[in-house]
């Protein structure tokens, strides 16, 4: 293989077999059950007035059995946490899927939607043969009545499919999952939240209808093919093949030849319904996402203390909290939830505090309306407007807190070499990672896998600095009195309106706030930079500085930076020179 594909593979390789491995089995599983339905001689007579559209509607039946056995388990939080720790021998490629578990979601819901698409055209196509059926072969004389579901003339197709439990639950199932695919679009989800939250608990609707919808007894099969074989009969009377394009009278005239040979008697074909089979996939999954739910309820109940609360600039609440026997990793998420805000709604924040401290804590950027509401509550006037200046707050919000839960930004402490990007709010996961940095520095008996962290961090608005530019400090001070002052290497870049998009420059050691307090006193002069990342030559220097090296980068931030990083990854593989880039990107 080519050094590009090799470079290729560090990245994009698991994560494509396993692509390639579920589609390879979505349409393996068609096509054999496609074949089947078209060839087995159970469903011969079935076959021979609806046509292909009992291959095409029982072939994809099952891809939507697979994928809905699949769309719950990358949401059981609580298994991909266990599957990831570190207490469970998990290699890093298999850690790396885990983290794209709602992308593997979100694949699963799309490819349902497909599947379902052909599955519901061909039932569409189905009804109106079975019913219009009696009108091209009046009183059903030429093959069995009891092959038919449709056991009378006169029918609506229509009426009929509202009628059977396979129709009416299978719209229920259409309309229950149009809704939370619909609102599970990026910019509806983002601005409209509780949208999407609600919407998204019609799973119990579409759950409760698919388990319903196999007994709906509409595909009908010979079940005594061992004594009256159609296919065998066929062959015996007029060689003709059983999949030939005859009328149905033409059909079983062939077929039927009751006096030289008696097991060829049409009249000895019995039939009965091919049975339920969706509950069978499904089962064990639900019950597993229901004892993930268990757990949830369980693991949330248990009383939250707010200890503090911090009105950082930029619309940012800093919340610190304490939980009885709560323990979080580094980098880790929790889903918070207030009840006097929004009775039933969990919102995921990562946490920004460390595993030393005795308190938990998130940063919450305000942005919609449940933030809004949990920052007044909280006493912050977030309009900045005297007029908006809420009531002095007496005793904290009530909140719960359920979690945490892992994410990529775990793997930092796995890597020698680590590159951490932070734009924005997205910052959080990385403070987390430098106080647990700067505390393990203070223990004489750490032993710190990682030597080396760089630290880039994005942000539009200088005040933004402010609640994060005393932990960079300190770390920086504490690291230098250790001896280790190139341990980590900050840079902080000003991305203001109009600044080129890969240059920097004005680079200053330090800038004062309004209020003329310094926002940077580091030891670094080329800490804080005006302007973005040039990011090639950002890994050109780290990949020259740490050859040989497997270096993990973390991002936390917008999709567009996403796509760029994870293109350099794979750029700046170096095959050659052992130097592998390995990406990371938070999802939750």
């Not at 693991?299 to 609360?309: E, L, M, W, Y």
Request: proline share 5%; hydrophobic share 45%; net charge neutral.
């Amino acid at each position: 293989m080519a050094a590009g594909g090799r470079k290729w593979l560090v990245n994009e390789g698991p994560r494509w077999l396993f692509m390639f491995l579920w589609i390879f089995l979505n349409f393996f599983l068609f096509g054999w059950f496609c074949d089947f339905f078209e060839n087995a001689p159970d469903f011969v007579y079935l076959r021979k007035y609806i046509g292909v559209g009992l291959c095409l509607a029982r072939g994809a039946a099952v891809p939507i059995n697979l994928n809905c056995t699949l769309i719950l388990l990358p949401v059981c939080r609580n298994l991909i946490s266990v599957l990831r720790g570190s207490g469970v021998g998990v290699w890093r490629w298999m850690r790396r899927l885990l983290d794209k578990n709602l992308t593997f979601h979100k694949i699963l819901a799309w490819s349902i939607l497909f599947w379902s698409a052909i599955h519901t055209g061909a039932h569409f196509w189905n009804y109106h043969r079975v019913v219009t059926v009696w009108e091209e072969q009046p009183g059903m004389t030429c093959i069995p009545v009891k092959s038919n579901p449709v056991q009378a003339p006169g029918n609506d197709p229509i009426i009929i499919m509202w009628a059977t439990v396979a129709g009416f639950t299978g719209f229920i199932i259409l309309i229950a999952f149009f809704l939370m695919i619909t609102s599970s679009i990026e910019v509806i989800r983002r601005s409209y939240f509780e949208v999407f939250w609600y919407t998204h608990h019609l799973f119990i609707v579409f759950f409760a209808a698919f388990l319903a919808h196999g007994f709906g007894e509409l595909i009908i099969g010979q079940n005594n093919t061992d004594f009256h074989d159609p296919v065998l009969c066929s062959r015996l009377n007029r060689v003709v093949p059983v999949n030939a394009s005859y009328s149905f009278c033409e059909f079983v005239t062939i077929i039927n030849d009751p006096i030289n040979e008696t097991r060829c008697d049409i009249n000895k074909a019995t039939f009965s319904h091919a049975g339920a089979q969706s509950w069978k996939w499904v089962v064990g999954p639900l019950a597993l996402y229901f004892l993930e739910r268990i757990v949830r309820v369980w693991r949330s109940r248990a009383p939250v203390t707010i200890n503090r609360v911090v009105q950082h600039p930029s619309k940012v609440l800093e919340i610190q909290m304490s939980k009885e026997g709560f323990y979080a990793d580094v980098g880790q998420y929790v889903f918070i939830k207030a009840p006097e805000i929004a009775l039933l709604e969990w919102h995921p924040f990562t946490l920004s505090s460390s595993p030393e401290e005795d308190y938990f804590s998130v940063h919450v950027r305000i942005v919609g309306d449940w933030t809004e509401n949990l920052a007044r509550r909280c006493g912050m006037n977030v309009t900045g407007k005297p007029e908006d200046e809420p009531p002095p707050v007496t005793s904290p919000p009530i909140v719960y807190v359920d979690g945490p839960f892992g994410t990529a930004s775990e793997d930092v402490f796995k890597h020698r070499v680590a590159m951490c990007v932070g734009a924005g709010i997205g910052v959080t996961p990385f403070a987390s990672v430098l106080k647990s940095i700067w505390y393990q520095s203070l223990d004489v008996n750490s032993l710190l896998t990682v030597q080396k962290v760089y630290f880039y961090w994005l942000c539009s608005d200088i005040s933004a600095f402010e609640w994060f530019a005393d932990l960079m400090r300190s770390l920086e001070t504490q690291m230098i009195d250790s001896g280790r002052g190139d341990f980590v290497t900050f840079r902080v870049y000003l991305t203001r309106p109009g600044a080129n998009t890969d240059t920097t420059g004005n680079i200053v050691a330090w800038e004062l706030l309004e209020d003329g307090s310094p926002i940077f006193q580091m030891q670094d002069a080329a800490v804080l930079h005006y302007g973005r990342p040039h990011w090639i030559k950002i890994f050109e220097s780290v990949s020259n500085n740490h050859q040989g090296e497997d270096i993990g980068v973390f991002f936390c931030g917008p999709k567009a930076l996403s796509s760029r990083l994870h293109i350099f990854c794979n750029q700046f593989t170096n095959i050659a020179t052992g130097t592998r880039f390995f990406y990371n990107k938070e999802n939750f």
